[in-house]
DNA sequence: GCATTGACGAAGG
DNA sequence: CCCTTCGCCAATG
């Protein structure tokens, strides 16, 4: 989006986080989490994908971890985030923990048509979305 | 400035 | 097939 703005991340939620334009050598870190966040709302309703995923699609510069770490701001960011929609690489809902309640990922994963068993996503290959070869440059 | 941690993932035993 | 180790990079104590 053109007009996201780089503070789309409270620096509040981030904690320590400047401002992109004073850190020469750092200024990928906060478009990094715009970057998640552009993928992440791009995931089709009733798809999900993987933090590694993600993270090869955006360049394998950056670990999937930080991936994961990004979506610890999307709950500040704006618009929304359909973070229920990013699973690990065995489709299990690791990420519940950081929802409202635990039961709560689960819960939209449900009702988007995505069928949850024991905090895994059932045929996940099926479901699985990945941005390298869905979303067209 | 070093050690630990983290919504990860791949490799090795 | 389960468990441990390591790499990844930034944050935190």
Redesign the pocket.
């Known amino acids: 989006m053109h007009n996201m703005k780089r503070k789309s991340i409270k620096k509040s939620e981030?904690?320590?986080?400047k401002n992109d334009a004073d850190l020469p050598s750092?200024q990928?870190?906060a478009s990094?989490f715009e970057d998640v966040h552009s993928v992440v709302r791009q995931i089709p309703i009733g798809r999900v994908t993987?933090?590694?995923?993600i993270?090869q699609y955006l360049g394998t510069?950056?670990?999937?971890?930080?991936?994961?770490?990004a979506?610890?701001a999307?709950?500040a960011a704006n618009p929304p985030?359909p973070?229920?929609r990013?699973?690990?690489?065995?489709g299990?809902l690791?990420?519940?923990?950081?929802?409202s309640t635990p039961q709560r990922?689960e819960e939209l994963l449900k009702a988007e048509g995505v069928e949850v068993k024991d905090d895994t996503v059932i045929d996940f290959k099926n479901v699985f979305w990945n941005p390298s070869s869905e979303i067209a440059l």
């Open positions: 981030i904690g320590t986080l750092k990928n870190t990094f993987s933090y590694g995923a993270a510069r950056m670990s999937a971890r930080m991936v994961g770490w979506m610890n999307s709950h985030v973070a229920q990013v699973v690990n690489r065995n299990m690791t990420g519940k923990h950081h929802f990922m």
